[in-house]
């Protein structure tokens, strides 16, 4: 990908996550982008292409910032805790529709990011049990592949718009009761008391 390519798809992002996707078209893309049309199109085929491209670019992004957390040398807990962060973060700065139009109006952008999203949070979930079980923080007779399928049928919920409605809560709130929840089941006696020691500290920062 050349890097003005890179900045269209970064700014298309931008636009989509801020204004949602079926309320875009091409001529607000550009418009936005100070580009004109005719110059998208010499990027993208159409809007499917575009919002399939935003996609894979967000799970990139996502792969990456997710990637580097694990590499800081933190402990299950904290890790969990960073990871859990970054993506209230990132919910956060979502129109609440993008799920909804991409279910709706794109399928193929929407198997796509399921399946690639999916694969990473179960990854990842695991992994960090691993470590966890290890640092002696994580029960050792977890079954990872069943908790780790349990959490991200959880996760899922958090996307449920009935459930959680957009007028009552809030993403930060919500994947915060998430993680905790995920961490008081997995948690060793050590671990327990590691968390109530981080709870704590959060809410005296907050």
């Known amino acids: 990908m050349s890097d003005r390519e890179r900045q269209i798809i970064d700014q298309a992002h931008k636009v989509f996550m801020r204004l949602g996707i079926r309320s875009v078209n091409m001529d607000d893309i550009a418009q936005h982008l100070r580009i004109s049309k005719k110059t998208l199109y010499q990027f993208v085929k159409d809007k499917q292409d575009l919002v399939q491209r935003v996609v894979k670019y967000n799970c990139e992004q996502h792969h990456a910032a997710i990637t580097g957390i694990c590499e800081r040398g933190l402990n299950a807990i904290d890790e969990q805790f960073e990871i859990a962060k970054f993506i209230a973060a990132k919910l956060g700065e979502m129109h609440p529709s993008i799920h909804f139009d991409l279910?709706?109006?794109?399928?193929?952008?929407?198997?796509?990011?399921?399946?690639?999203?999916?694969?990473?949070?179960?990854?990842?979930?695991?992994?960090?049990?691993?470590?966890?079980?290890?640092?002696?923080?994580?029960?050792?007779?977890?079954?990872?592949?069943?908790?780790?399928?349990?959490?991200?049928?959880?996760?899922?919920?958090?996307?449920?718009?009935?459930?959680?409605?957009?007028?009552?809560?809030?993403?930060?709130?919500?994947?915060?009761?998430?993680?905790?929840?995920?961490?008081?089941?997995?948690?060793?006696?050590?671990?327990?008391?590691?968390?109530?020691?981080?709870?704590?500290?959060?809410?005296?920062?907050?």
């Not at 193929?108 to 470590?131: G, S």
Request: charged share 35%; hydrophobic share 40%; glycine share 4%.
């Open 103 to 206: 279910l709706k109006y794109h399928p193929e952008a929407w198997d796509l990011l399921e399946r690639t999203e999916k694969a990473e949070i179960y990854e990842c979930v695991a992994r960090n049990m691993e470590k966890g079980i290890a640092e002696g923080l994580y029960r050792d007779d977890l079954n990872i592949p069943v908790v780790a399928k349990i959490y991200m049928a959880r996760f899922d919920a958090v996307f449920d718009g009935e459930l959680f409605p957009e007028s009552e809560y809030n993403f930060q709130d919500i994947i915060w009761e998430v993680y905790r929840y995920h961490i008081r089941g997995i948690a060793s006696e050590k671990g327990i008391k590691y968390l109530m020691k981080k709870v704590k500290r959060e809410h005296a920062t907050a």
